[in-house]
């Protein structure tokens, strides 16, 4: 990698050749990745994407004008200290809002990379190119923002905000609340009626880490089976079984754990002191995502695991 002070005039402009071009083709992907759910962005990176070829065009020209028609490839990577940019892909899995703060960051960074980069170099020439280069993406961060505006005005964003909410919901909450209250509440009886059958920490650690795990492989299958996500929204079948899986698996450790304490007596009171929070955890998902009453909530989660809980002990003492 070469240091931007190594670097000519000549080859200065061609990075921002580059750079302009690699922006560009970013929010054009993000305009083509967000089209089916959000419209009304994609036309915003649409709108963003034209800014950048029109920079990109200027730079052409005035490189043409001053140096030939053959500009070198610079790029970003080949310089040491540039910014570095997410492929596309990468930030739309992080939802909308990813997506825009990462277009904003970009045009922050890209500011103040020229204007650091003017501030240190010593050729009138060069500085006043550095300098000009930054007083361009200031200015376009203000046309980003006036194009989100005229694109994106606050029913859009908010309707599109609200959409994004569901599908989180549908995509991760849901499946993750469901494999936590099985693994929780389900490996309940298996683990206490292993632990008070043998009155032995070791064995009921390994009954509770065979159920949390053969639990969270069947909870993930069948979620990932359920359907394709197509229809109900629900996304892709691979990460939703992937979720509602590890939250199964997380759901029947967490009162499996405390076993490894060898005297019998301190792991099933901390194990059930787990199993509590554990319950409580359940019931605050639920009110907080699902808008189903805080009291409701936490009676039918505690009543549930109460009667799982009783089984298994029963089962184990008899």
């Avoid at 931007?4 to 970013?26: C, H, M, Q, V, W």
């Avoid at 929780?184 to 159920?211: C, E, K, M, Y």
């Avoid at 629900?234 to 509602?244: D, I, S």
């Amino acid at each position: 990698m070469r240091l931007f002070k190594d670097l000519t005039e000549r080859e200065i402009l061609a990075l921002a050749i580059s750079s302009e071009e690699e922006d560009g083709r970013i929010y054009a992907d993000f305009a083509e990745s967000l089209r089916e759910e959000y419209p009304d962005s994609a036309r915003v990176f649409d709108d963003m994407a034209a800014e950048e070829s029109e920079h990109r065009r200027m730079l052409i020209d005035n490189y043409v004008g001053r140096f030939g028609t053959h500009i070198p490839l610079v790029r970003r990577q080949d310089v040491r200290g540039s910014v570095s940019r997410k492929p596309a892909w990468q930030v739309r899995q992080a939802g909308i809002d990813a997506v825009r703060n990462q277009a904003r960051q970009m045009e922050v960074d890209a500011s103040r990379f020229y204007a650091e980069a003017a501030g240190r170099s010593t050729d009138a020439g060069i500085r006043k190119l550095l300098g000009d280069l930054a007083t361009a993406e200031i200015e376009h961060q203000r046309a980003a923002n006036a194009i989100e505006a005229k694109r994106l005005p606050g029913e859009a964003r908010a309707r599109e905000d609200d959409s994004a909410r569901r599908r989180f919901l549908l995509q991760v909450v849901q499946p993750g609340l469901v494999g936590l209250m099985d693994g929780s509440v389900s490996t309940l009886a298996p683990v206490f009626a292993a632990a008070f059958a043998t009155q032995n920490s070791r064995d009921a650690f390994l009954v509770g880490i065979a159920a949390s795990i053969g639990a969270g492989i069947s909870m993930g299958f069948a979620e990932a089976l359920a359907d394709d996500g197509k229809l109900s929204g629900r996304g892709t079948p691979w990460l939703r079984g992937l979720v509602c899986g590890l939250m199964t698996v997380a759901g029947g450790i967490g009162h499996t754990l405390p076993y490894l304490i060898s005297n019998f007596w301190t792991a099933t009171a901390v194990a059930g002191a787990v199993t509590v929070l554990e319950l409580l955890t359940i019931a605050w998902i639920q009110w907080k995502y699902m808008d189903t009453p805080p009291v409701s909530a936490a009676a039918k989660v505690m009543l549930g695991g109460a009667l799982v809980l009783g089984a298994g002990i029963l089962i184990g003492s008899a």
